[in-house]
């Protein structure tokens, strides 16, 4: 089975700390996914990557970014973290282009910004 | 832009009956994955059912169908004799099929059973 793990299932941290979401997939997935998601606005991408350090921009990118230094680790960064960045981010992997797949989740990050 | 758009933020089901979440989307592209997704209550997202545009076909995954209408853009999930354990919130969602490229998912349905 393919497994996507979250470093952490509940986070708090301090407004204007720098935040590390961890996430690691062992299926050697070439893309990998970071999303937001908050009551009835669904999932959202922030980031996702495609390939070891590339990585490109979603629908809400700004205040966060990302790191891939290994295919299987994708990295969310919340370079100082505001109370608005009080979410659940979810991680994902799939296979790349043209095969014929979906995508699979972590668990889940919750968030609290205080 | 490619969007998908559930219209039912919720709904309700008495258990053993069938219910169906719609979904429609709005693309350009001829080759896709559309996608359904289940999230339980506290739980991990996980696919339901999964089908290629390429295909005249509609998915079935046991209790799970679809109802795929490529001209008009639309993919309905209906399940039948509902369980407590369909309780949960549904994502619709397209991927173009010859790029990596990003999910797209819907805002979701959330799915009551009725005892």
Redesign the interface.
Known sequence: DVKVTQSSRYLVKRTGEKVFLECVQDMDH??M?W?RQDP????R?IY?S??VKMK?K?DIPEGYSVSREKKERFSLILESASTNQTSMY?C?S?L???M?T??F????TRLTVV | AQTVT?SQ?EMSVQEAETVTLSCTYDTSESDY?L?W?KQPPS?????VI?Q?AYKQQNATENRFSVNFQKAAKSFSLKISDSQLGDAAMY?C?Y?W????????????TRLHILP
């Open positions: 070439e893309n996914f999303y009835g606005l669904g999932l991408l996702f495609y390939d490109e979603g979810l994902a799939s790349g282009a043209g014929n979906e995508a989740f972590g668990q889940g | 559930q933020p994955y996608f997704y739980r991990q997202m996980i696919l999964r290629e994502f969602a991927r099929m010859n790029r990596d490229d990003k999910i797209i998912f819907g805002k979701g």
